[in-house]
Structures are given as structure tokens and as C-alpha cells.
T-cell receptor, first 111, second 114 residues
């Protein structure tokens, strides 16, 4: 069974702090996506990484895909309360529509 | 309307009721999905439709019945549900591409079965 493990499960920090969350697997993925979900809403796509070692930046968010395409990280610089939400990673192992989902990291940024 | 819309946003139903969830996508995508999101579980893929043809059915109980009349609309018909079916039901769409089927979600329907 393919699994995506996300860590930490919960994170509560103060505004202005930096943080990194992780998405790990023993399986190789052809691509990996990160989503953010706010309470009462559906997940919103943040980024897709495709190439091993790839780094993508979205304002204060930096996403990295592992060289072996088995893991990924999300780093947030100077977190703001608006970053609060559930961060989900999802991997595509067979280039098909069935994504493998992690349980998510629930982030709370306190003012 | 833009993106993916879902109605109703909240639904409370008894175990003997019949109800339907509706999803509409305004993105011109060629695939639509139903997911179930429960606490402490990963998103569970229920059904996938590509160009109105069902291409994925993940061993979902027959009390859930999907319908895709065209590429923009998707329904989930519910009947004789169980309390454990209470969850957030998410609709999504995607456009087949080399970027790994990026999902665009609606806001979900919060379903409570009493």
C-alpha cells in the first residue's frame, strides 16, 4: 500500500516565525502536489512539483521535491495568520487520476 | 460563477431519506471526482468520471450512486445512508495534462446522517 506521511501532524506558531513541514514516502512519484484547506472549504492547489530536486517558490512559501522523488518539503518564511490551515500533499505514482493523499499538517499561526 | 460549485453546503438527513448532492465545474475540465473526507483519514476517492464515462469506482457501497449527465455536472445520489457516512463530500475537477491531474475542489457538502 502506498502511503504519504506528513509531519508534524499539528503545528502552532507565532506570527513571524519560520517553519517547515514534510511529506515522506517509500514510493516514487511522477509528480507531487501541495494543497491548503481552510475550515469549511475544499483544498486549494498551491503547487505541483515534477522533477527530482526541483524547488518552487510562491511568495513566502518554498516547495522542494526530493532528488529521488519520494519526499517533499514546504518551508514558510515569516508566517502570517492568513497561512493558517491544513496543508495536504498528494502524490501521483502512476500518472493517473488516482492520487495518494497524506493526512495533512494542521498549521495555526497566532497573531 | 467560477471554479467548482457544490450544493447544498450542509445537509442533515435521516437513514431512510433520499437526497442528492450537486457539483458544477466552470473550468472546461474533462474529468470530475467525488471524494469523502473524514477526520483522521486521508481523502478517499469515491468515483471518477472522464468525459462523462465512469472510469474509477473505489468499492463504494451501492447506497452512493453517481451520475454525470455532461462534462460540467456531477451528482451523488444518496439513499439509506448510515451514521458512519457522515463526512465532508468534496467534488473536484481536473484537466488531463502532464502535470499529474491537478485537482480543483469545490467547497464541499457537510453531510450529517442521523
Amino acid at each position: 500500500t502506498q502511503l504519504l506521511e506528513q509531519s508534524p501532524q499539528f503545528l502552532s506558531i507565532q506570527e513571524g516565525e519560520n517553519l517547515t513541514v514534510y511529506c515522506n514516502s517509500s514510493s516514487v512519484f511522477s509528480s507531487l502536489q501541495w494543497y491548503r484547506q481552510e475550515p469549511g472549504e475544499g483544498p486549494v492547489l498551491l503547487v505541483t512539483v515534477v522533477t527530482g530536486g526541483e524547488v518552487k517558490k510562491l511568495k513566502r512559501l518554498t516547495f522542494q521535491f526530493g532528488d529521488a522523488r519520494k519526499d517533499s518539503s514546504l518551508h514558510i518564511t515569516a508566517a502570517q495568520p492568513g497561512d493558517t490551515g491544513l496543508y495536504l500533499c498528494a502524490g501521483n505514482a502512476g500518472n493517473n487520476r488516482k492520487l495518494i493523499w497524506g493526512l495533512g499538517t494542521s498549521l495555526a499561526v497566532n497573531p | 460563477e467560477t471554479g467548482v460549485t457544490q450544493t447544498p453546503r450542509h445537509l442533515v438527513m435521516g437513514m431512510t431519506n433520499k437526497k442528492s448532492l450537486k457539483c458544477e465545474q466552470h473550468l472546461g475540465h474533462n474529468a470530475m471526482y467525488w471524494y469523502k473526507q473524514s477526520a483522521k483519514k486521508p481523502l478517499e476517492l469515491m468515483f471518477v468520471y472522464s468525459l462523462e464515462e465512469r472510469v474509477e469506482n473505489n468499492s463504494v457501497p451501492s447506497r452512493f450512486s453517481p451520475e454525470c449527465p455532461n462534462s460540467s455536472h456531477l451528482f451523488l445520489h444518496l439513499h439509506t445512508l448510515q451514521p458512519e457516512d457522515s463526512a465532508l463530500y468534496l467534488c473536484a475537477s481536473s484537466q488531463d495534462s502532464s502535470s499529474g491531474y491537478e485537482q480543483y475542489f469545490g467547497p464541499g457538502t457537510r453531510l450529517t446522517v442521523t
